[in-house]
DNA sequence: CTAAAACTTGACGTTGACGTCAAAGGCAAG
DNA sequence: CTTGCCTTTGACGTCAACGTCAAGTTTTAG
């Protein structure tokens, strides 16, 4: 498929993905007047990159674990990264639930004074 | 407190308090010098901040909620945006969640492939 | 008193992930 | 053949949350 239909099918600007290409996170074929060409595996491809800047790696990051997060294989080092990435993604997942708890006791407080409106007995 | 013990309570760079003044999340008065003093209450006051920062909300969406963050008092209106904002990071961290769960998969299959090493029986 | 450290405002620089525009070539429909 | 959409490369623009530097004032330590 071509480039228009990718980004169609992903969501994902065209300019997002020719970034991608120079980023080294998306490769292509060409047609011999030179347009990018994608096989069908590129869409789960682009839907894993935006996950993963959704999860705040950088381009460097994801062009790092890339390989091993799509064939299953990964050299110690690579490991010892992921590893890495997982323990931000998880430190992140508890920042965000204390967050999540902090606007919940406002809406809930909010809430019963709705109920007992003005002034508490 | 002046400007440089805050930002050493806090973690937080004197550039980035000042610029939090400047986008109205976070006042001080002023010593006849013109020097910026803060109280305690300051020092929660940032790192306040910095978790919504961290949750992924602007200044702009900061400013709107904080008063009632700090107050526990909302308008209608605002507890909408609450309700939003609390959407949004629920939204994030099951995001997250897929995220780390995926690294996991890869984690445990590597580890298995080290037990196991190269050819599978 | 004086030197160092802290503070002030102002302004320009940085970084990442794109948006946007321009000029030109490619491709299917009528 | 041509009209209109799609694609190409290249280059500059954007935006937020600061970093950094400059030049001057204030506070503190000795």
Redesign the pocket.
């Known amino acids: 498929?071509?480039?228009?239909?990718?980004?169609d099918r992903t969501g994902?600007?065209?300019?997002?993905?020719?970034?991608?290409?120079?980023?080294h996170l998306l490769a292509?074929e060409?047609?011999?007047?030179?347009?990018?060409?994608y096989p069908e595996v590129a869409v789960d491809r682009v839907r894993l990159?935006?996950q993963l800047?959704a999860a705040g790696?950088?381009?460097?990051?994801?062009v790092e674990l890339l390989p091993c997060v799509v064939t299953g294989v990964a050299s110690p080092e690579l490991l010892d990264r992921l590893a890495v990435q997982r323990a931000r993604i998880d430190a992140q997942i508890n920042d965000l639930i204390d967050t999540r708890d902090r606007l919940d006791q406002i809406l809930v407080a909010a809430a019963e004074s709705a109920h007992r409106p003005c002034v508490p007995m």
């Open positions: 498929m071509r480039i228009g239909e990718l980004a994902v600007s065209t300019r997002a993905l020719r970034y991608y290409e120079e980023q292509s060409r047609s011999p007047s030179g347009q990018r060409t990159i935006q800047y790696l950088a381009s460097r990051s994801i």
